[in-house]
C-alpha cells in the first residue's frame, strides 16, 4: 500500500533554526497528529511539503508523487488549510466558489454546497465580517471539496470553542472512511490527538522525537516517581526530563528500561501532554 505522506532527510536552515533531517510515514487511510511546541518545525514542515519553502536536502513524496517532480498532480490531490485564511477578506461567501473553482480540476460543486450549508455560512457576508471560526469552516469547505486525497491542516482548532471544534474532528473522521483518504494536521491540543489520531510524529526543535502509532508512543514510556534518595546515577542518566525536588523527583522512563525502577518508586502510563512536557524539560536541561 502506499503512503499517503514520505518524508525522508528533509533539512531546512534558517538563522537561529534547523529541521534537521526528519523522516516520517502516513500510511494511506490514517489520520497523524503532527505535534510539539510552538516553534518547533510544524509549520515549516508543513510549508516543505506544498513546496511553499525551498528545502535544503531531503525528500518527499505525497500519495506516490516527488512533490517537486510532480508538483501541478501533488497539488491537485492535496488540501491545505493554515490557521489564517488566505481568502480575500472584500470577498463575500458566495464569491468564494467562483474565484477558486477553476484551479481544481475535480470540483464538485454539490460538494461545496452541501458543506456551506452543515457549517451556516452566510452567502452575503463578507469574508473580513466572519469571526475565526467562521473563517476556518470556509477554508474547511474549500478544502474538501475538490476531492484531494490527502488534507494537511495546520493547527485547526487553536482558538476554537468546543463545539466548533468537536464538529471538525467529526468531519476528519468521516473524511478518511472510504480508506483511501488521509489526514496529516498540526497540533498542539493534545486532546485532539487522542481522539482522532491514529499515528502521531512528535517533534522538537527541528529534530523528530518520535513517529509511530498513538498507542505505541504511551506504551514507549513510564512516568517515574521516587524520593531523591532512590535516586541512582544509571536511573538517572536514562530519563527524560527529569526533575528533582526537596521530597521527590519524576522524569519519563523508556519502557525497555523498567528494570531500574524499584519497588519503592510510582511507574504510570504517560499521557500525551505528559510526553511533551518532559521532552521540551529535557531539552531546557541542556540549553
Known sequence: MTNALEIKGLTKRFPGFKLNSISLELPTGYIMGFCGQNGAGKTTTIRLIMNMTKRDAGTITVLGLDNLEDELTVKQEVAVVFDDT???????????EGAIKPFYREWDHDAYQRYLRRFELPPERKIAELSRGMKLKLSMAVALSHNARLLILDEPTSGLDPVARDELLEILSEYIEDGTRSVFFSTHITSDLARVADYIAVIQKGHIFYCGTKDGLMDAFIL?????EDLTETLRDSMFGLTIGKMDFSGLLPAGQSNLLTPQMVADQPNIDDILVYIAREDRHHE
Do not use: E, Q, S, Y
Open 86 to 96: 488566505t481568502l480575500i477578506d472584500v470577498w463575500r461567501v458566495r464569491d468564494v
Open 224 to 228: 517515574a516517581r521516587g524520593k531523591p
